[in-house]
């Protein structure tokens, strides 16, 4: 109950394309759900983050989709660029201790030139 | 300083030796976390602190682990007698508050049992 399962696991994407991850959780005590992105080497930063009260948000080229009644989340890069590649992960935390992020296994984007 | 600042950045050790793991957090955060990232996973949650108490060590997975927060700024992650199941990414993250909001992780320590 306390996973969040993220897919694919690894995504090629041609420069100016889409990108999409998706993830999935259980626990309906989840309130609020951050996208972070990581380098190798670097820890993770965070991209966007969203909370169930709204069913879409947008920053820049990055926007997450949730949908509350089927529990799914999912990230959407619009025109991909060679420096988006990376990892992504989403992640879940509730109001019972919203520290507790569970993060899912991770995306590794390639954006191909 | 800027960020969240973790020493040491990697750290080779034997089989059940001791090893500390340091975290110096953004100043002005209260809270503070210890993660751990094994190869191709997610981060998974091992401690936090809020202040100098550790508020929730429930991810630590077992009592070679333990960490202490004395001033309430700068945490140490020890590890007594390693294993090689033990080698991963110890990541340290920190956040105005342990409440909500976004957290800053640090770079790492690579810690390598051998």
């Known amino acids: 109950q306390q996973q969040v399962k993220q897919s694919p696991q690894s995504l090629i994407v041609q420069k100016g394309g889409i990108s999409i991850i998706n993830c999935a959780y259980e626990?309906?005590?989840?309130?609020?759900f951050p996208w972070y992105q990581q380098f190798p080497g670097k820890g993770p930063a965070l991209l966007i983050a969203?909370?169930?009260?709204?069913s879409e948000k947008k920053e820049g080229r990055f926007t997450i989709s949730f949908n509350k009644s089927a529990k799914q989340f999912s990230l959407h890069i619009m025109d991909s660029q060679p420096g988006d590649s990376a990892t992504y992960f989403c992640?879940?935390?509730?109001?019972?201790?919203?520290?507790?992020?569970?993060f899912g296994t991770g995306t590794r984007l390639k954006v191909l030139a | 300083g800027a960020g969240v600042s973790q020493t040491p950045s990697n750290k080779v050790t034997e089989k059940g030796k001791y090893v500390e793991l340091r975290c110096d957090p953004i100043?002005?955060?209260?809270?503070l976390y210890w993660y751990r990232q094994s190869l191709g996973q997610g981060p998974e949650f091992l401690i936090y602190?809020?202040?100098?108490?550790?508020?929730?060590d429930s991810g630590l997975p077992n009592d070679r682990f333990f960490a202490v927060r004395p001033e309430g700024s700068v945490s140490t992650l020890k590890i007594q007698r390693t294993e090689r199941g033990d080698s991963a990414v110890y990541l340290c993250?920190?956040?105005?508050?342990?409440?909500?909001?976004?957290?800053?992780f640090g770079e790492g320590s690579r810690l390598t049992v051998l």
């Open positions: 993250a920190s956040s105005f508050s342990g409440v909500t909001g976004e957290l800053f």
């Open positions: 626990n309906t005590a989840f309130d609020y």
């Open positions: 969203i909370r169930p009260d709204v």
């Open positions: 992640a879940a935390s509730g109001t019972s201790g919203t520290y507790k992020y569970i």
């Open positions: 100043s002005g955060h209260t809270a």
């Open positions: 602190f809020q202040g100098t108490g550790a508020a929730d």
